[in-house]
């Protein structure tokens, strides 16, 4: 639906370069990345808002290249939301409406029907200053929608959001995009809210591409250590492959030997997430391959969860509910167990 090629944009010092993506049409794909990976200046220019140096952008076989905004067929939405103070809910839904020629009463069936399908329909004759976070977002959103787009754009659209209202608008933009089916390419560096909306991800780095996949390839199967990290593995390290006996292969990674599934041979690096390491209080004798002791140098409390740092050496960060926390009544300064299959280990 949407194909970036060898796409080149600078702004300014910035360059974004051999940019390759594609979108497939009514799919939800997340633009991952840091602050100042380039996440914005690759929507802006989908959109067309920046020169393109080199490559091309194609929109259902179009190609839109060197075609102005207004010409793409697509809308962004900013995390701003930019309403017009002045204007009400609907004057506000209504505006690029008009800008189409639409009769009045075609503008007024429109704004009805979306302000069904976004929940704003009590709030059409308000003005923006008295609405909520929540409901600016669902207002600029019904502005954007109601112009049957080819694809809409969205930019960081929940980082102001408190927390809950940012829960309860990311499962309305999975139901908007469900009842739609309209594609969506959404940035965002919040990892949590990639992996909760995200059909595919692409995670963005100092102005390149590093890795497109699936939540579950971004978070289980990293590519580098940069998108290990940034996916929050928490244990990533670095060592020898080299064939141990059977189909075994160990990983020395500074004096411990773990026990993985992989191909791959010489210097690696490989990830075990924290939510794949038990940990006990007592010996574990034989229960995995890949078991160890170690100290509890730090707790940290994250309110339904505890990560749970153990110096082995090398340091392994292990995640425990609250409860089961609470079961094991482990301190900082003391001696345990951890355990993790060969299978949880990712190796690349």
Known sequence: MIKVSHLKVQVGNFLLQDVNLDVDSGEYFIVLGP???????????????????????????????????????????YQDQALFPHLSVAENVAFGLKSKRYSRSEIATKITDIAEVLGVADLLRRRPA????????KVALARALVTEPEALLLDEPLSALDPQTKERMQRELMEIHRRLGVSVIHVTHDFEEAITLGDRVAVVNQGEIVQVGTPGDILRRPKSEFVANFALSQN?????????????????IGGVQLVVMTALRGMVHVSVRPEDIFISGTP????EQNTFDGVITE????????????????DFVCLATRQSFGELSLSKGE??????????????
């Open 284 to 287: 574990l004798g034989s229960i």
């Open 299 to 314: 707790v940290v409390d994250r309110g339904s969860v505890i990560y749970v740092r153990v110096n082995v050496p090398p």
């Open 236 to 252: 990533v390290f670095s060592g020898e492959a080299k064939d141990d006996y059977g189909n075994n292969v160990t990983i020395d």
């Open 130 to 137: 008295t609405l909520s976070g929540g409901e600016k977002q």
């Open 335 to 348: 001696r345990v167990w951890i355990a993790f299959k060969t299978s949880a280990a990712h190796v690349f």
């Open 35 to 77: 602050t100042g990976a380039g996440k914005t200046v690759l929507l802006e220019a989908i959109a067309g808002l920046y020169p393109i140096l080199e490559g091309a952008i194609t929109i259902n076989g179009r190609d839109v290249t060197r075609l102005g905004p207004e010409k793409r067929g697509i809308v962004i939405v």
